[in-house]
Nanobody
Framework: QVQLAESGGGLVQAGGSLRLSCAASGRSFSYMGWFRQAPGKEREFLAGITWSGDRTNYADSVKGRFTISRNNAKAPVYLQMTSLKPEDTAVYYC?????????WGQGTQVTVSS
């Protein structure tokens, strides 16, 4: 099992930026991703990165505004979010896995005010 702990959420005005971080411990994994879930909506994939940090992929809804990164295999995974919009308000989760996303963090709230 991978233990995941997110941090960095909070309240920000529209147009602002936030950086989320996810620290991982436990067994190894192939990739990590960031997801979010807004009230009344399904959980949405945002971005993914390989264990080594050399490959990334993004949902169209955040491409160009959000950046996932990892400096090395032991470093936290970050989600840099810019040009935030009120519709980005949600609980943000990191997840890790090998075949599927098996392990999840507890989530961190991001609220974007208009």
């Amino acid at each position: 099992q991978v233990q995941l702990a997110e941090s960095g959420g909070g309240l920000v005005q529209a147009g602002g930026s936030l950086r989320l971080s996810c620290a991982a411990s436990g067994r190894s994994f192939s990739y990590m991703g960031w997801f979010r879930q807004a009230p009344g909506k399904e959980r949405e994939f945002l971005a993914g990165i390989t264990w080594s940090g050399d490959r990334t992929n993004y949902a169209d809804s955040v491409k160009g505004r959000f950046t996932i990164s990892r400096n090395n295999a032991k470093a936290p995974v970050y989600l840099q979010m810019t040009s935030l919009k009120p519709e980005d308000t949600a609980v943000y989760y990191c997840a890790a896995g090998t075949g599927t996303y098996d392990d999840w963090g507890q989530g961190t709230q991001v609220t974007v005010s208009s």
